[in-house]
C-alpha cells in the first residue's frame, strides 16, 4: 500500500461534502458549541501559508467538540467591503464585485484544499444584499435611538484614500491602510454614539475569558478618568475658562493655566492679546502635528504666553498667566487645563522650558504594603516627626549615609524632633549622636515626605513625618561614639551616584531627589500651601476642593464617538433620505435593503463627497414622508460596519424575516470561542462589542457579551523571520505546500511548531519531519492484528494516558504539546510486533482532528462504515491508564547508554534481560563479557564489563 496524499484527500473531500457531514445539528437538547474564526478579508493574494494557523486550531478544536457530541456551528463567510477590495478593483481595473467574486472563489478553493469542517451551508458574505439588509436595519434602530447622528465636527481626512475615518482606522497618526499622513478635515459625517456604552465596555471586560492584553487595550483605548471641571474666570473679562483635571486636589498649586491651539476662546480673547501675531503664528503651525504626536511622551514643549490676559484661580483668587501650547490637546476633556508643574509632569517639562514657578502643594505619602517593613494591620500607627539629615563633607564632595544593621534600611542619620527644637537644632544633635561628627552647619530645609511602614527594630507601625533638611560639616573633629549607637548603625561616606545607588527605601529616594533639585512628585499625599485644606489627604481633598470652588465630579473618556461614514463607493449605503421639507428620513424597513447601484466609475471623487453622489437616477428619490422630491444619503459605511454582527447571522443565515431567530440565538450565543490575530483587539472586538449591547438594549440578542473566550493566534513569519508579505518576496503558498506534502502533513506541522499563542518562523525543510511521521502513521496500519484481543499492558497505558493528555491538550488549545503525545505513542506502536485493532482506531481517532484525511482512511480500511469524524471521541479509562512502570537508566560500565521502562518492583533478572533486548543497549554490550550487574530498585541497572 502506498500512501499518495493526492488521490485520498481528494477523495475524502469530496465524499463529506456529498454527505455533507459537517452540517450544524439542529437539535437543541444536545449541548452546542459555538466555535468561530475571524472571517478573512478576501484580498487579491489569497492565502499564504501564515493565515490559515488559526483555522486549523478552530478546526481541531470543533472536530473534538464534535466527536464529544456536541452540536458544533463552525462557519465561514466573507467580510469583503471596504477600502482594500476597492482599492484593488480601481488599480486592476475590474468592478470591486467582480473582483471580490473572483477572490472569494480563489479564498475558498484554498481553505477546501485543507479539509476544514466548515458547514459551508452558513456561508455569509457581507456584501450580499442580503446579509447588508440587516446592516442597515441595525444602522436605522441605532438612528431610531438617537445612537447615530450627523455631525459637521472636523474628522480624520486620508488624502491618498480620499475618504473620513475613524479613530481606529488610524496608526500613529497615519492611515491604518496607506500610511498617509491623516488631515483634520471639517465635513459633514455619520456618527455613532458608542461613548454611551463606554462604562459597560469597560465594566464588561472583567468577565471575559480574554487574553489580559487584548483586555488593557481596550481598556486604554476606552481610557476612562475620573476627575472635575472646574472654572477659572478671565481677569476684566466675562469669559471662564473650563479646564479638565483628575487632580482638583493640586488647585492650590496651579501656576498657570494652558488652552489647546483649537479652544475657541483665544480668538474671542483677541483683542486683548498684544502678541496676537505671534499667537496666531503658533495656532497655524500647530495644527500640522497630529493628536498622537502631540502627546508623545518627552515631546519638546512649545507654546506662546496670551500677553494681556489672565486667569484667576477660583481656590485663591491668584492671578496666573495664560499660554496657548499644543500639549493640550482639543479633543480631550475641556481642551484647556490648570497647570500643576509640582505634581504633573507634562507641566513641570513646559514650566522649565518657560521659566515658570513651581509650587509644591503634595507632600508626598509612601505607604509600605509588602515586604518586612509592610505596615502591620491591626496594629496602631505611632505618628512621629523626624528630621531627616543629608550631610556634606567639610572638604569632599561626598554625603553622609547611615544603614541600619538589623533591617538594612539604607538612608540618612534620621532623628526625632523634640519638644521646643527646630529642624535645625534637631539635626544637629542628632548628627552628634549617631556619628560623632560635632562642627555641624545648619544650611536650609529640603522637603517633607510622609511614611508609613513598619519598624522591625522599634517594633511599631510608624507614621513618620520625615522633614529633609541639608547640614555640612565644618571639619573632621569627631567624638567617639556610644555603643548602642554602634550596634544600631554603620555610617558611610558616598558621592551623589553612590547614594543614588544606596538607597533602599522609597521616602529616602523621593527625598535625595528632591534634594538633587527634582521637585515633581506625581502620587498622592497630604496637602500643604493649600489653604483651610493643608493637611487633608489628597484622595479626600479631591472632593472637598471640587465643591469648595463650585466645580463639577466628571468622568472623561479617551474613546471618541466612532466616524461611521465613507465617501467611497464600496460599502452598504446609508440608509437615509435627506427632503428639503423633512430632513433626515430614515428609509422605511420594509424597503431595505437599500442596494448599491451599478455604475462604471467607483473612483473616489477627491471632493469629499461619495462616487455616488453622481449617480442622478439613484439619489434622487420621494421621500417616504411627505412624498416630495428627496435625495439619497451617498455616504457609505465603513468596512467594520458588516463584521461587527456577522457572528449572529451564522445562527441563521437565511432568515429573511429577521436578523435572527431568538430562539436559535438564545440556543447558539455566546460564541463559546474566538480565534483571530490581535490586530484586532481595539477596532472589530470593541466595534462588536459595542453593536451586540445595542442589539442587547433592543432585544434582539440575550446575551450581553458576544464571545466568552478569546485566543489569538501567533503570527507565522516568513524563513527570513519577517511577516510574509508579496513586497518582501517572502510568501510561501499553501498550494504548494499541500501539493508536495499533503494537507494532513501542513496541518500538523503548523500546529506541532511551537504554542498556538505564540509566533513561529515557517521553514519548508522542516515540515519533512511531520510528513514523516504521518508516514509513519501509514505503515503502522500494516501492524494491525484483528485478532488480537489487547496489547501489553504498558502499552495499554500509555494509549489511555495518551487519550487524556490529548483530550486535555486540545481543550486548553494546546496543540503542539497534544502532537507530540501522539507522536511518542507513535513510536511505541512502532517498537511493538503488532497493534490491536481497537488501539489503533484509537490512535486514529486521536489524530483524526489534526489530520482528517489519513485517519479517515485507515479508519475504513479498518472496516468501519461510518466517517470517524462523526465517531464519538474514545473514552478515558483511568484504571487502564494507571500503569505500574518506571524508568530505568541503564548504564554499561558506569556510563549511561540508555533507559528503559519496566513495570515496578520488577525481578532484575526481568529488568537486565529487558535492557539487554534493547536495540540502543545492546550494541554497547556486544563483545563484552557482563562480570556483575547493580540493580538500584526501580531506578537504574549497571553493567559491569
Ligand atoms: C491638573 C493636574 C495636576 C493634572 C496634576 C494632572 C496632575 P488623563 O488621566 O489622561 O485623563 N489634561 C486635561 N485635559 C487635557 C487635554 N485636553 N490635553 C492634554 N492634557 C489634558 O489626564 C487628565 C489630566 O491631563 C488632567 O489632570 C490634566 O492635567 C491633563 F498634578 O490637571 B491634570
Ligand atoms: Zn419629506
Redesign the pocket.
Known amino acids: 500500500m502506498k500512501y499518495d496524499h493526492v488521490k485520498i484527500e481528494k477523495k475524502w473531500q469530496k465524499e463529506w461534502a456529498k454527505n455533507n457531514i459537517y452540517k450544524t445539528g439542529s437539535n437543541q437538547k444536545k449541548p452546542k458549541h459555538y466555535v468561530l474564526d475571524m472571517f478573512p478579508y478576501p484580498s487579491g493574494q489569497g492565502l499564504h501559508v501564515g493565515h490559515p494557523k488559526g483555522y486549523i486550531g478552530t478546526d481541531i478544536y470543533s472536530r473534538y467538540k464534535r466527536m464529544n457530541g456536541f452540536n458544533v456551528l463552525h462557519p465561514m463567510g466573507w467580510d469583503a467591503f471596504g477600502l482594500p477590495a476597492e482599492n484593488y478593483a480601481i488599480k486592476n481595473k475590474v468592478h470591486p464585485e467582480v473582483a471580490v467574486k473572483k477572490n472569494i472563489k480563489r479564498y475558498k478553493e484554498q481553505l477546501s484544499i485543507l479539509g476544514f469542517d466548515y458547514d459551508w451551508e452558513r456561508e455569509i458574505n457581507t456584501t450580499d444584499p442580503e446579509y447588508y439588509r440587516w446592516t442597515q436595519w441595525i444602522f436605522l434602530q441605532l438612528l431610531k435611538k438617537g445612537l447615530a447622528y450627523e455631525s459637521y465636527e472636523p474628522i480624520n481626512w486620508c488624502p491618498s484614500c480620499q475618504t473620513g475615518l475613524a479613530n481606529e482606522d488610524l496608526e500613529d497618526g497615519k492611515c491604518e491602510r496607506c500610511k498617509s499622513v491623516v488631515e483634520k478635515k471639517p465635513m459633514r459625517q455619520w456618527v455613532l454614539k458608542i461613548t454611551d456604552y463606554a462604562d459597560r465596555l469597560l465594566k464588561d471586560l472583567d468577565n471575559l475569558d480574554w487574553p489580559e492584553s487584548v483586555k488593557e487595550s481596550q481598556r486604554n483605548w476606552i481610557g476612562r478618568s475620573e476627575g472635575a471641571e472646574l472654572e477659572f474666570s478671565i481677569k476684566d473679562r466675562e469669559e471662564k475658562i473650563r479646564v479638565f483635571t483628575t487632580r482638583p486636589d493640586t488647585l492650590f498649586g496651579a501656576t498657570y493655566v494652558v488652552l489647546a491651539p483649537e479652544n475657541p476662546l483665544i480668538e474671542s480673547l483677541k483683542e486683548d492679546i498684544p502678541n496676537w501675531k505671534e499667537v496666531k503664528k503658533y495656532l497655524d503651525k500647530a495644527k500640522a502635528a497630529s493628536d498622537i504626536d502631540r502627546s508623545a511622551e518627552g515631546r519638546e514643549k512649545t507654546g506662546v504666553c496670551l500677553e494681556g490676559v489672565a486667569a484667576i484661580n477660583p481656590a485663591n483668587q491668584e492671578e496666573l498667566p495664560i499660554y496657548v501650547a499644543d500639549y493640550v490637546l482639543g479633543s480631550y476633556g475641556t481642551g484647556a487645563v490648570m497647570a500643576v508643574p509640582a505634581h504633573d509632569e507634562r507641566d513641570y517639562e513646559f514650566a522649565d522650558a518657560f521659566d515658570l514657578p513651581l509650587k509644591t502643594v503634595i507632600q508626598p505619602l509612601i505607604v509600605k504594603t509588602a515586604g518586612d517593613d509592610a505596615v502591620q494591620p491591626g496594629k496602631a500607627l505611632e505618628e512621629r516627626s523626624a528630621v531627616v539629615c543629608i550631610v556634606k563633607h567639610w572638604s569632599e564632595d561626598k554625603y553622609l549615609c547611615s544603614r541600619w544593621k538589623k533591617n538594612d534600611w539604607k538612608g540618612f542619620v534620621i532623628g526625632g524632633i523634640e519638644q521646643g527644637e527646630d529642624i535645625g537644632q534637631a539635626g544637629i544633635r542628632e548628627i552628634q549622636e549617631e556619628t560623632g561628627y560635632q562642627d555641624v552647619g545648619f544650611l536650609t530645609g529640603v522637603t517633607t515626605v510622609h511614611s508609613q511602614f513598619y519598624h522591625a527594630v522599634k517594633k511599631v507601625n510608624r507614621f513618620a513625618h520625615f522633614q529633609a533638611a541639608f547640614f555640612q560639616l565644618k571639619n573632621g573633629k569627631r567624638k567617639e561614639t556610644a555603643e548602642e549607637e554602634r550596634e544600631l548603625h554603620d555610617v558611610v561616606w558616598l558621592t551623589a551616584e553612590e547614594v543614588e545607588n544606596f538607597l533602599n527605601r522609597e521616602d529616602m529616594k523621593l527625598i535625595w531627589q528632591a534634594f538633587r533639585g527634582n521637585l515633581l512628585y506625581e502620587g498622592n499625599g497630604i496637602l500643604a500651601n493649600s489653604g483651610a485644606f493643608s493637611g487633608q489627604d489628597s484622595e479626600s481633598a479631591k472632593q472637598a476642593i471640587t465643591k469648595a470652588v463650585s466645580g463639577k465630579r466628571v468622568t472623561k473618556y479617551k474613546l471618541r464617538e466612532w466616524v461611521f461614514s465613507r465617501q467611497r463607493y464600496w460599502g452598504e449605503p446609508i440608509p437615509v433620505i435627506h427632503?428639503?421639507?423633512?430632513g433626515v428620513?430614515p428609509v422605511p424597513e420594509k424597503d431595505l435593503p437599500v442596494t448599491l447601484p451599478k455604475v462604471k466609475s467607483y473612483a473616489p471623487t477627491g471632493t469629499g463627497e461619495s462616487p455616488l453622489a453622481a449617480i442622478k437616477k439613484w439619489v434622487n428619490t420621494t421621500?417616504p414622508?411627505?412624498k416630495?422630491k428627496?435625495e439619497r444619503e451617498t455616504n457609505t459605511m465603513p468596512q467594520w460596519a458588516g463584521s461587527s454582527w456577522y457572528y449572529l447571522r451564522y445562527i441563521d443565515p437565511k432568515n429573511k424575516k429577521a436578523l435572527i431567530d431568538p430562539k436559535k440565538e438564545k440556543y447558539w450565543q455566546p460564541v463559546d470561542v474566538y480565534v483571530g490575530g490581535t490586530e484586532h483587539a481595539t477596532r472589530h472586538l470593541i466595534y462588536a462589542r459595542f453593536w451586540h449591547k445595542f442589539l442587547y438594549d433592543i432585544k434582539a440578542v440575550g446575551t450581553k457579551e458576544p464571545f466568552k473566550l478569546l485566543k489569538n493566534q501567533g503570527l507565522i513569519s516568513g524563513p527570513d523571520g519577517r511577516k510574509m508579505s508579496k513586497s518582501l518576496g517572502n510568501v510561501v503558498n499553501p498550494d504548494d505546500i499541500v501539493e508536495r506534502f499533503g494537507a494532513d502533513t501542513f496541518r500538523l506541522y503548523e500546529m506541532f511548531l511551537g504554542p498556538f499563542e505564540q509566533g513561529n518562523l515557517w521553514s519548508t525543510d522542516n515540515i519533512v519531519g511531520s510528513r514523516r511521521f504521518i508516514e509513519k502513521v501509514w505503515r503502522l496500519a500494516e501492524k494491525v492484528d484483528s485478532k488480537k484481543k489487547a496489547d501489553e499492558p504498558e502499552l495499554e497505558a500509555l494509549v489511555h494516558k495518551t487519550i487524556k493528555k490529548v483530550s486535555d491538550d486540545i481543550e486548553r488549545f494546546s496543540f503542539n504539546t497534544a502532537v507530540s503525545g501522539l507522536m511518542i505513542l507513535g513510536n511505541e506502536f512502532e517498537k511493538a510486533e503488532s497493534i490491536s485493532r481497537v488501539n489503533f482506531g484509537i490512535f486514529l481517532q486521536l489524530l483524526a482532528p489534526y489530520a482528517p484525511h489519513i485517519t479517515e482512511e485507515l479508519w475504513r480500511w479498518l472496516g468501519n462504515k461510518k466517517s470517524i469524524h462523526l465517531e464519538a471521541w474514545p473514552r478515558y479509562s483511568p484504571a487502564k491508564a494507571a500503569d505500574s512502570l518506571v524508568t530505568v537508566i541503564v548504564q554499561v560500565g558506569g556510563k549511561v547508554r540508555g533507559s528503559i521502562r519496566v513495570n515496578s518492583d520488577s525481578e532484575e533478572e526481568t529488568v537486565a534481560r529487558k535492557a539487554q533486548e534493547a536495540p540502543e543497549i545492546g550494541k554497547w554490550l556486544e563483545g563484552q563479557t557482563v562480570k556483575k550487574t547493580v540493580y538500584v530498585k526501580n531506578r537504574l541497572i549497571n553493567f559491569v564489563v
Not at 579 to 582: A, I, Q, S
Open positions: 427632503c428639503p421639507h423633512c428620513v421621500c414622508t411627505c416630495g428627496a
